[in-house]
């Protein structure tokens, strides 16, 4: 295959976009396939914006206008079923201070609708919805790539941006394995499910800016109040742990919300006095797992493709913007010191190695970041007597959160890398210095 060096994205969710505009942004062609539509659909989620991620969102000029989309969290309580407040913190105040700014939730639909309107109008042509990927031809020099409606696309390399369910994923297995049937390499559904979620966006109905939980053995929600939006995460405990990926029923999602009438979202508004008023809702298993296997020749995963967190830390995204910061750092320099920049299968086998095996290091902070996900959310819904304890005395103690926040999350923030060939001013400045700084402006040549 000759031509110009190109990137098929597979997927059009955050996570690809965010590979679109910096794919754009280091000189490299690509197209992207998203089996949906439409690029932006309003499943009634939040996404919840790290600070790391507003530095790499700065450089490539999304930050200025999605920020003032979204709501600072400043305030949080801990509740138990019941109603009664067993903790307050400064915990966001503090992660302010830490890394310049707090976390932010803002309502999915408005993320992707901002980053596909950041794209230059070149890079949106590039974008093309109901492309369905359906198979994958891995040649020596290249790959094809063929989509349900017929469709076929020529590229140099695949990035698999396709999510949970990631057909990219699949096809991978299905090349590794008929190459070598007896290869050891990750099972068809290889992430794990212990909780469901029910989870859902409605009219604004408090105050800006709270951001709760509530604990229970089985069973614990979140609530996110945003300027114009409400959110809650209802996680219940499945009876058994399972790989398949359940789809359910609206009987199903009527049940729950019912078992969750009277949780408390703050200290005066319960589950049953939204629950009329959702604009959308969502009920699915909440999957778990790290996959063994992040790339195969000129195929490779970012993003729920390739990792799944549970969502009480909120760092699910935020770690799949790392996948395409540290792939994209490398991948770029490759293509700008190849021959005619067209890296060959090798120095691609290599940039996908050295990206898999960083991103599991700890020098990113991925494996720490899903572990501490899996715990939270263990430890809201008590799954032992140690997560008990755990959440309902080591974390209350003030000094212990602070010890926890000090020493074990603000490190691993501070991991967090930039992307190293666009020039920014690094705007977010707390009193804890980022480990990867971003060049100047001035610096860069
Ligand atoms: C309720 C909820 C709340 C969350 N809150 C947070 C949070 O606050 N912070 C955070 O960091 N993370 C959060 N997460 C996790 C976060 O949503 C995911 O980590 C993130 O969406 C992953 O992005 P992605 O682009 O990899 O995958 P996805 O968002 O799943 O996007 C994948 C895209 O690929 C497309 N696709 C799938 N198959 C194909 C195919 N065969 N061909 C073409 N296209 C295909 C899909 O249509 C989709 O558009 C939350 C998750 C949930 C469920």
């Given amino acids: 295959m000759e031509g110009q060096f190109k990137v098929i994205i597979v997927g059009g969710g955050p996570i690809g976009l965010l590979a679109a505009h910096t794919l754009h942004r280091a000189g490299i062609d690509f197209v992207l396939l998203e089996r949906r539509l439409s690029i932006v659909e309003d499943v009634g989620a939040s996404i919840v914006l790290y600070p790391q991620t507003f530095r790499v969102l700065h450089q490539l000029g999304i930050f200025e206008t999605l920020f003032p989309l979204g709501t600072e969290i400043d305030h949080h309580l801990s509740f138990t ?53 359906e198979n994958i031809e891995a040649h020596d020099d290249g790959v094809i790539v063929s989509c349900a409606d017929g469709c076929v696309f020529q590229g140099s390399m695949v990035i698999g941006a396709d999510g949970v369910h990631s057909t990219t994923r699949r096809l991978m297995r299905k090349i590794a394995l008929t190459d070598n049937p007896s290869r050891d390499w990750d099972s068809e559904q290889p992430y794990k499910s212990t909780f469901r979620l029910l989870y859902g966006a409605f009219p604004a109905s408090s105050p800006p800016g709270q951001g709760y939980d509530v604990q229970s053995s089985g069973k614990s929600s979140m609530y996110f109040s945003g300027h114009r939006h409400g959110w809650f995460f209802l996680y219940d405990k499945l009876p058994r742990q399972t790989t398949e990926s359940k789809r359910y029923n609206e009987k199903e999602v009527e049940t729950l919300a019912g078992e969750f009438a009277d949780f408390p979202l703050t200290q005066t508004l319960k589950v049953k006095d939204v629950w009329a008023n959702m604009s959308a809702t969502g009920l699915t298993d909440l999957q778990e797992g790290v996959v063994k296997n992040w ?70 902070s991925l494996m720490g970041d899903w572990e501490n996900s899996g715990l939270e959310t263990r430890m809201h819904t008590w799954s032992s007597t140690f997560y008990w304890l755990l959440s309902r005395w080591l974390a209350v103690w003030s000094f212990g959160e602070y010890l926890i926040l000090r020493f074990m999350k603000s490190p691993s923030f501070q991991k967090a890398r930039v992307l190293d060939f666009i020039p920014a001013s690094d705007i977010m400045k707390g009193n804890s210095p980022w480990l990867y700084q971003m060049e100047e402006p001035e610096k860069m040549r």
């Fill in 81 to 133: 079923k019941d109603g009664k407040v067993f903790k307050e913190s400064p915990k966001f105040q503090k992660i302010r201070d830490i890394h310049g700014y707090g976390l932010t939730v803002f309502h999915r639909a408005e993320l992707l609708r901002v980053m596909y309107d950041c794209l230059p109008e070149a890079s949106k042509t590039k974008i093309l919805t109901g492309k369905k990927l």
């Fill in 295 to 364: 790339s195969l020749g000129r195929i490779v995963l970012v993003g729920d493709s390739c990792h799944k967190f549970t969502t009480h830390l909120g760092l699910g995204l935020n770690n799949g913007v790392q996948d395409v910061v540290v792939l994209c750092n490398d991948l770029g320099a490759r293509v700008r010191e190849a021959p005619d920049e067209c890296p060959g299968a090798d120095a691609l086998v290599q940039v996908f190695e050295r990206y898999e095996t960083t991103r599991k290091s700890p020098d990113c």
